[in-house]
């Protein structure tokens, strides 16, 4: 499958009969972003950010190597190029974000990777935004954590996803950069 053929819209299936929602071999659910939000907010009131932060990463890092796996096994992408933008178009399609990439340079022999681009209307900003307030920093752990698990399984090789800039902070639009670890430095 090529990614111009990537909507999700297309690819989900209901079954009427058990009452699931599948994506390929991937059972899925819909829910309201408010209640997501609501959960963030929660865990703020019996917690502290940092585990809001590392409870949403893990999250979105789990279901980045899920998705990432289902995309291989029950879509077959034509190429590394491909697989590599389903993520961002399957996230754009749960509503989650959407997800533009700009720059994508995979070139894994010469220990060079490189994926960037914007986020638009992060569902999670917009709740943070709502329910806590701006801050100093990034906030879209659920996307990053996301971006980290998906690219990390595709490529095999350890990679490290950065949230750039973030509407929480103050920023236009959200960003995303996702280099190999080591080129980080
Ligand atoms: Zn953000």
């Not at 060079?112 to 701006?134: P, T, Y």
Request: hydrophobic letters at 40%; proline letters at 3%.
């Amino acid at each position: 499958m090529k990614i111009k053929d990537v909507h999700l819209k297309d690819l989900l299936e209901i079954h009427e009969d058990t009452a699931k929602l599948m994506l390929g071999s991937t059972r899925m659910v819909i829910m309201p972003a408010d209640s997501i939000g609501e959960l963030m907010e929660f865990i703020m009131q019996i917690s502290d950010e940092n585990m809001l932060e590392m409870f949403f990463y893990r999250m979105g890092e789990h279901a980045g190597q899920h998705d990432a796996e289902t995309l291989k096994r029950d879509f077959s992408p034509d190429t590394l190029e491909d697989w590599l933008a389903m993520g961002p178009a399957i996230h754009s399609g749960e509503g989650i974000v959407h997800a533009k990439p700009e720059v994508m340079e995979v070139d894994p022999d010469n220990g060079h990777f490189l994926f960037k681009g914007v986020w638009e209307n992060s569902f999670m900003a917009e709740q943070w935004l709502d329910r806590i307030g701006q801050v100093d920093h990034p906030v879209c752990t659920l996307l990053t954590g996301y971006a980290n698990g998906y690219v990390t399984k595709i490529m095999g090789h350890e990679v490290e996803a950065r949230e750039t800039a973030c509407i929480a902070k103050g920023d236009d639009v959200c960003r995303f950069e996702i280099r190999f670890k080591e080129e980080w430095d």
